[in-house]
C-alpha cells in the first residue's frame, strides 16, 4: 500500500546550526500533512502541519515546505538547540480517520 | 488541564494471553485514536472512535479491538498475543471527529512486551 517515507535516518546538526529533515509521501489524494517530533520515553508531539493548497508555512523557528508535485515535505528547524534531538515524523492524512506515518529521521545535536 | 493519559506504562505478557490498554482523552475531546509504534517505525493507526462509535480501522487483524465508553475514555484489547504485538501503543485525542485539519494530542503510552 501507499506510505508516507523519510529519506535519511539519521541527521547530525552541529549546534547552532539549520536542521533540514526530508519526507517523500506517495499517496497523492493526502491533503493534510503534519510533522511530529517524539523525544525517549514520550508520545509524538505536534510541531507544525500544511495543508495541500499551501506551499509553505512557518511557525516559531521551523518552517515546513511541501512540493506536491514530486510528493515531498520538509520541515527546516532554525538555529537547532540540544532540546531539538528527537527522532522526526511525518504523517499525512489520507482519510478523515487516521494518520498514515513515515518512518522517523533521528535528528542528533552535536555540541 | 492533563493532557492524554494511558495505563498501564509497561506491561509484560506471555504469548497467547490477553490485554487490555486504557486512555483517558483530553478534557473536552470526543474522539480517541490508537496506534501501534514498533520500535524503530513510525506509529501505526489501528481504531479511531468518536462519540462511541468506530470510525475508522486501520490494517489489523480481528484479535484486536476497542471500544469507546460515555465518558469518551477508551480501550483497547488484544486476544491471543503474538511475539510480533510487542510494541508501544500510542493513544491520541481530538477535539473534532476527524483528523483532517484537527491536531490530534498524544498519550506517553503502553509499552506491551510479549514473551
Known amino acids: 500500500g501507499e506510505s508516507v517515507g523519510l529519506h535519511l535516518p539519521t541527521l547530525s546538526v552541529q549546534e547552532g546550526d539549520n536542521s533540514i529533515i526530508n519526507c517523500a509521501y506517495s499517496n497523492s489524494a493526502s491533503d493534510y500533512f503534519i510533522w511530529y517530533k517524539q523525544e525517549s520515553g514520550k508520545g509524538p508531539q505536534f510541531i507544525i502541519d500544511?495543508?495541500?493548497?499551501?506551499d509553505k508555512r512557518q511557525g516559531q523557528r521551523v518552517t515546513v515546505l511541501l512540493n506536491k508535485t514530486v510528493k515531498h515535505l520538509s520541515l527546516q528547524i532554525a538555529a537547532t538547540q540540544p532540546g531539538d534531538s528527537a527522532v522526526y515524523f511525518c504523517?499525512?492524512?489520507?482519510?478523515?480517520?487516521?494518520?498514515?506515518f513515515g518512518k522517523g529521521t533521528h535528528l542528533i545535536i552535536q555540541p | 488541564d492533563a493532557g492524554v493519559t494511558q495505563s498501564p506504562t509497561h506491561l509484560i505478557k506471555t504469548r497467547g494471553q490477553q490485554v487490555t490498554l486504557r486512555c483517558s482523552p483530553i478534557s473536552g475531546h470526543k474522539s480517541v485514536s490508537w496506534y501501534q509504534q514498533v520500535l524503530g517505525q513510525g506509529p501505526q493507526f489501528i481504531f479511531q472512535?468518536?462519540?462511541?462509535?468506530?470510525?475508522g480501522r486501520g490494517n489489523f487483524p480481528d484479535r484486536f479491538s476497542a471500544r469507546q465508553f460515555p465518558n469518551y475514555s477508551s480501550e483497547l484489547n488484544v486476544n491471543a498475543l503474538l511475539l510480533g504485538d510487542s510494541a508501544l501503543y500510542l493513544c491520541?485525542?481530538?477535539?473534532?471527529?476527524?483528523?483532517?485539519?484537527?491536531?490530534?494530542?498524544f498519550g506517553p503510552g503502553t509499552r506491551l512486551t510479549v514473551l
Open positions: 472512535y468518536y462519540e462511541k462509535e468506530e470510525r
Open positions: 500544511i495543508r495541500s493548497n499551501m
Open positions: 491520541a485525542s481530538c477535539v473534532a471527529g476527524s483528523v483532517l485539519y484537527n491536531e490530534q494530542f
Open positions: 504523517a499525512e492524512s489520507p482519510s478523515t480517520d487516521g494518520l498514515t
